[in-house]
């Protein structure tokens, strides 16, 4: 079944001064394949500064990708004409972490869901204010509401307009980049559980952008783990959750304080990601990960089935131990076998930056 949308291999630099010498390139998001289907939530997640939002302005088409390609219900959504985009930007709608940063204050809200059902022509102004008075009781607001400013909305009221503002002109997508990030936790699950709701009503599609593993746990369908501008593992969410097979992943999890995973063992996250601007040889999470091996520093592992729809970028997906019963070493590893190598990577990258 052809995916509702698409991306292959999408590579995303920015240009950046170093102060003196000539200019670096920073690959935010490097070689990333991402795809969802129509009536389900793909997770993005991963640390700040990982490429998430990035890899949704680029599926948004709000920036061009490098290299690489996007495509929407198998169009090519890299070759539109003017027109071609439009109908992109109405099949794909955006609801950010603080949507009303970008809006108005002097308008009404009625305005605000009007306009978008007009620009793209769905209906006459008639219809839309009905439809728009229609859209604020889906969203678990009301009607009079929409002659509301708005300063006049409280932060979970707000997203719940801008969710309405999205849906108006009945997209098949929703790229929601950290849509609760700044609510409180009681009002993050009233709005969780209102997107799953249109979701069920409406067979929308969701890419959910989050650092918030719970709310990822609740909300998605499957999840992608991103790194330092990669994705490290992929797989239904409860898999995912139950059975982490990369390292990274393992630490992201153990690190999360609202969810509760049983962890015998836990990987903790030391160190920080590589720099950006050197692309270096190997797994990126190498210096940081307990069960690095020479192999890691020399090689990148790609991003493989572990089992039907489950992906991994570790070449030790399948000999990485249980979770539950993690002990401190790959089998067959001895502790200090693992420490030298440890050294070893962290040394060689650090070369390898240096040398670049
Ligand atoms: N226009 C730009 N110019 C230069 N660097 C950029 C630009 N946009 C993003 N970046 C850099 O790319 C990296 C990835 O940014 P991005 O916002 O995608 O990360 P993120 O995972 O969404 O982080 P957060 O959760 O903090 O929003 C960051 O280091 C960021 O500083």
Same mark, same amino acid.
């Given at each position: 079944m052809t995916p509702l949308l698409a991306a292959e291999n999408l590579v995303k630099s920015f240009s950046v001064s170093t102060g003196w010498?000539?200019?670096?390139?920073?690959?935010?998001v490097d070689t990333v394949s991402i795809s969802v289907e129509r009536g389900?939530?793909?997770?993005?997640?991963?640390?700040?500064?990982?490429?998430?939002?990035?890899v949704g302005s680029l599926l948004l088409r709000l920036q061009d990708p490098d290299s690489g390609s996007i495509r929407l219900d198998g169009?090519?959504?890299? /070759?539109?004409?003017? =027109?071609? %985009?439009r109908r992109?930007? @109405?099949?794909?709608?955006?609801?950010?972490?603080?949507?009303?940063?970008?809006?108005?204050?002097?308008?009404?809200?009625?305005?605000?869901?009007?306009r978008p059902m007009l620009l793209h022509r769905l209906c006459d102004r008639p219809k839309a204010l009905k439809r728009a008075a229609a859209l604020m009781e889906a969203v678990g607001l009301s009607a009079e509401q929409l002659d509301r400013f708005p300063h006049q909305f409280s932060g979970g009221q707000r997203q719940r307009v801008a969710i309405a503002r999205a849906l108006s002109v009945q997209p098949d997508l929703i790229i929601c980049d950290e849509p609760v990030s700044?609510?409180?936790?009681?009002?993050? /699950?009233?709005?969780? =559980?209102? %997107?799953?709701?249109?979701? @069920?009503d409406t067979g929308v599609a969701f890419i959910f952008i989050s650092h918030d593993l719970a709310v990822v746990r609740h909300l998605a369908h499957d999840v992608a783990v991103m790194y330092s501008g990669r994705i490290v593992e992929q797989a239904p969410t409860r898999e995912l959750f139950d059975n982490p097979r990369h390292p990274y992943t393992r630490a992201l999890l153990a690190a999360a304080p609202r969810v509760e995973v049983q962890r015998k063992s836990q990987v903790l996250l030391t160190g920080e990601p590589?720099?950006?601007?050197?692309?270096?040889?190997?797994?990126?999470?190498?210096?940081?990960?307990?069960?690095?091996?020479?192999?890691?520093?020399?090689?990148?592992?790609?991003?493989?089935?572990?089992?039907?729809?489950?992906?991994?970028?570790?070449?030790f997906a399948t000999t990485l131990p249980q979770v539950e019963t993690l002990p401190d070493t790959l089998p067959g590893t001895s502790a200090s076998a693992r420490m030298a190598a440890y050294r070893r990577a962290r040394d060689r990258q650090t070369q390898q930056a240096e040398d670049i």
């Open positions: 010498g000539k200019p670096k390139r920073f690959y935010a389900r939530t793909l997770a993005v997640v991963g640390e700040s500064g990982c490429g998430k939002s990035t169009e090519d959504a890299m /070759a539109l004409d003017s =027109n071609g %985009l992109f930007r @109405r099949r794909v709608q955006v609801v950010f972490q603080d949507p009303f940063a970008s809006l108005d204050p002097r308008e009404r809200i009625r305005e605000v869901l009007v700044a609510l409180d936790v009681s009002v993050q /699950a009233q709005v969780v =559980n209102l %997107l799953q709701d249109l979701q @069920r590589p720099d950006p601007t050197n692309r270096i040889a190997g797994c990126r999470f190498a210096a940081r990960c307990p069960y690095v091996q020479d192999r890691c520093t020399q090689e990148e592992p790609p991003l493989v089935p572990v089992n039907a729809a489950h992906l991994s970028a570790c070449f």
